[in-house]
């Protein structure tokens, strides 16, 4: 069993009084001359720092960015694919349910069961988006939902554009591992990848629909079995696509050669 409980822990943040702050009884100790220069060494922010003039990151954010201004044809659709892992816990007991007195009480301690993964897709043209939850993350689960997808929704698309991260699991020899040769080269055939550059997944806008679906489904919820969580996200994909919402990705590449200057290699003359 693993424990949660935060009743014993210093005090953080903002909830650090001033003269705590000043004088270190909290467990940190900052210079008073620190907080008036609002430099302190516990302002942090935390994110991805791209290369400097990196030839390989540019052409292949060019490519995407390039990717994501092309009209809609159902022909040729792209979709964008993300992951998430997800830690599947136990309740220790029962909770208390919210009254008009107090809201929904859950004990801070909690059973450990296990990982799942969601597995998130989006065409952001069409304004569709699906979650599915799965017990791992390796190639052959990947190549399980893509196979789902090219056999179902882009039954009759030519071509699916694939946008995704630069993982090890998206390789078309993914597709070997879970089926037969003659399926797996059929599939491959009506797939075209274009990955994200690396260290530059955020222009993958999957993962802006995973944030969406972690605010609105997942942040502040225990599941105790991947069943529980299949059921929660299918509830998630089916009433977001209810009413399908589409992505207007505005950066341009006119605009990454204007505002990602530092990111082109200089050319010598």
């Known amino acids: 069993m693993t424990s949660a409980r ?10 650090v ?24 060494s ?9 290369p400097k003039a990196d030839g390989e990151f540019v052409a292949h954010m060019e ?44 004990d801070y301690e909690y059973e450990r069961a296990g990982t799942a993964s969601i597995f998130m897709f989006g065409e952001p043209l069409a304004g569709w ?9 390796a190639k052959v689960d990947w190549a399980v939902e893509m196979g789902a997808l090219l056999r179902g929704r882009y ?13 090890n699991t998206h390789t078309i020899g993914a597709f070997y591992e879970a089926f037969d040769p003659v399926t797996a080269r059929a599939l491959v055939r ?9 260290h530059g997944s955020g222009l993958n806008i999957a993962e802006n629909e995973l944030s969406a679906r972690t605010r609105q489904c997942v942040h502040g919820r225990r599941f105790a079995t991947i069943e ?24 341009r590449t006119d605009d990454a050669r204007t505002k990602l200057n530092s990111l082109y290699p200089k050319i010598k003359t």
């Open 42 to 50: 516990r302002k942090i922010e935390y994110g991805v720092i791209p």
């Open 155 to 167: 039954a009759a698309a030519e071509k699916v554009i694939r946008v995704c991260d630069n993982r």
């Open 129 to 137: 988006r699906q979650g599915r939850g799965r017990e791992h993350r």
């Open 190 to 198: 009506r797939l075209e990848f274009r990955h994200t550059p690396k």
């Open 228 to 251: 529980a969580l299949r059921a929660e996200t299918v509830a998630w994909h089916e009433y977001v696509n209810d009413k399908p919402r589409g992505v207007e990705w505005q950066f």
């Open 6 to 15: 935060l009743r014993n822990m210093p005090a953080c943040g903002n909830r």
């Open 63 to 106: 490519v995407v960015l390039d990717t994501y201004t092309t009209p809609y044809d159902c022909r040729y659709p792209v979709l964008n694919r993300d992951e998430q892992p997800i830690p599947l816990l136990k309740e220790t007991r029962v909770p208390i349910p919210a009254t008009t007195n107090h809201p929904r009480r859950v």
């Open 17 to 40: 009084s001033k003269r705590a702050k000043m004088t270190g009884k909290s467990g940190w100790r900052t210079p008073m001359n620190a907080y008036k220069s609002g430099l302190t």
